[in-house]
């Protein structure tokens, strides 16, 4: 077995974001929380108001033998829509933005690879950043999101009217683009 390795992403809801890499081969834990903000211990309230330069994230804890950096994010650049900026469709504000904070600097020349590698087969220039990284030095604190929003997809989302509508686009895509990414149900 392959030491396990950590990304972190913001796509927009991470409600939305962690359903989609719950279900990514190679992925044995997925967290939402809040990153690159300002605020020590924010909570959700307070960085729903986009106050506290919170982006709303998940950090992801996967087998790199069996998907690669460069592959985990080109199914985030992948699954939801890099070309908006602080938004992802409803949700608008900073909280929402498309941003990769790398733990490394070979997680943030992979990051720039990846983003370089989705304009390039989109014809279209995401304006996803890359934060948090300063010469390898200077990270930025994480913070786990309070429990109810943890594997949020797998219980309350299926009630929630918001996240059927958001939810099962983003599933469907990574299906039909990420085939070989999708953990088998059996």
Known sequence: MSNLETVIVAGGCFW???AVFRDVVGVSEVESGYIGGSKPNPTYKEVCTGSTGHAEAIRVTYDPGTISLG???DVFLGTHDPTQLNRQGGD???QYRS??????DEQGEEAKAAIGR???ENGKMAVTTIEGLDGGTQLMEWYPAEGYHQE???????RNPYCQAVIPP????????FQK???SDG
């Open 92 to 94: 608008v504000g900073t």
């Open 181 to 183: 990414y999708v953990k």
């Open 99 to 104: 941003a990769i904070f790398p733990l490394s």
């Open 152 to 158: 949020y997809w797998d219980g309350e989302g299926q």
């Open 71 to 73: 592959e985990m994010y």
């Open 170 to 177: 983003k599933l469907m895509k990574l299906r039909k683009s």
């Open 16 to 18: 939305c974001t962690e």
């Open 118 to 120: 989705w304009n390039a």
